[in-house]
């Protein structure tokens, strides 16, 4: 009987974020997926959104380290995008965190925006996503402000944000 064990090396991975902005059209998505596929990467996460006349994508992608230039070049290929690449980390925090949810809708007034996050700032609350819009109201037809947020909150200060928030 023989035996044998051979240790293989890993390839160390980056994390990188991809931003691509340009006119909206058909097969943008595809194209930049493939020229991801096709560098031997990998999407981890993503967010795409029509704003506008033009389309936006942030994807988090993992590419080794002897696949990262053949990425970089292939990704600047693509004329009709602006794309940006960053490295990231996918580090852990060391305070126990939670998640929660905010729903907001109102009137839409200057600086809503800009309001909520400041407080949340204030009680270092961590935006992890965050979409807004403005609708007519239904039987008004008043602009009404709408907001959905996931945010990331340290466990050990739940009950003083939320007394801050409902205020």
Do not use: W
Request: cysteine-free.
């Amino acid at each position: 009987l023989i035996f044998s064990f051979k240790l293989l090396s890993m390839q160390k991975q980056k994390h990188i974020i991809i931003s691509a902005l340009g006119p909206d059209k058909p097969g943008i998505v595809s194209k930049l997926s493939k020229v991801i596929t096709d560098s031997k990467s990998n999407i981890s996460e993503s967010r795409m959104v029509k704003l506008g006349g033009d389309f936006t994508m942030m994807i988090l992608a993992s590419v080794s380290e002897k696949n990262m230039d053949s990425l970089v070049q292939n990704l600047n290929e693509i004329t009709e995008l602006t794309i940006e690449i960053h490295e990231t980390n996918l580090g852990d925090d060391e305070v126990e965190r939670g998640e929660a949810s905010i729903v907001l809708s109102g009137t839409d007034n200057e600086g809503l925006v800009y309001s909520l996050t400041e407080k949340l700032s204030e009680h270092n609350i961590n935006i992890i996503e965050m979409n807004t819009g403005v609708v007519n109201a239904p039987m008004s037809g008043a602009t009404l402000f709408l907001l959905n947020a996931l945010v990331s909150y340290n466990k050990n200060q739940l009950e003083n944000i939320k007394k801050e928030l409902i205020k």
